[in-house]
């Protein structure tokens, strides 16, 4: 059932700790949290193998990702093994408060330092409060990349929706 409700796909990654490359992960379920402080939230599973990285850092940064970079967020969504390899070919600079890789061509992103993590069953749920934070309007124009039904669509703000059609 909760896969009728599309989503924003993110990609949150975080800088490399005593000599490991940087860990990334692909996100579905990243929201604003607050605005003073400015905080923002993602869920990630326990049996996460990347999470552990990410916690260890303890800063990440969300990489929105737009529409055309469904490739992109399969990579990042692997697990296991396959890990290691994440980031071959993905151009990304270090964000400006925390070093977590901020990956290039992506319509915005926010850099974080964790805040908090409280459990949640079996995922936890990460606060992190914002370091920094920027868009790429080059970028953006193209619209979001959407999750929805265990696929990968785009969102066309000027479509043939009319509110004004759905009233009673």
């Given at each position: 059932m909760l896969g009728h409700f599309a989503s924003g796909v993110t990609v949150i990654t975080a800088p490399g700790a005593d000599g490991e490359p940087p860990a990334g992960f692909a996100c579905q379920s990243f929201a604003s949290l607050s605005l003073d402080p400015p905080l923002v939230v993602f869920m990630v599973g326990r049996t996460s193998t990347t999470w552990p990285r990410v916690a260890r850092a303890g800063v990440f940064c969300v990489n929105i990702l737009g529409s055309g970079q469904g490739a992109l967020c399969r990579g990042?969504?692997?697990?296991?093994?396959?890990?290691?390899?994440?980031?071959?070919?993905?151009?990304?600079?270090?964000?400006?408060?925390?070093?977590?890789?901020?990956?290039?061509?992506?319509?915005?992103?926010?850099?974080?330092?964790?805040?908090?993590?409280?459990?949640?069953?079996?995922?936890?749920?990460?606060?992190?409060?914002?370091?920094?934070?920027?868009?790429?309007?080059?970028?953006?124009?193209?619209?979001?990349l959407l999750f929805h039904r265990s696929g990968f669509g785009t969102f066309d703000a000027f479509g043939t929706y009319d509110e004004r059609a759905s009233r009673p």
């Open positions: 990042f969504a692997v697990s296991g093994a396959q890990t290691a390899d994440k980031f071959t070919g993905v151009p990304h600079t270090p964000a400006p408060a925390t070093g977590s890789p901020r990956i290039e061509d992506v319509p915005a992103w926010v850099d974080c330092v964790i805040h908090a993590v409280h459990t949640a069953g079996d995922h936890l749920i990460v606060v992190g409060r914002v370091a920094a934070l920027g868009t790429d309007e080059n970028a953006a124009s193209a619209g979001p």
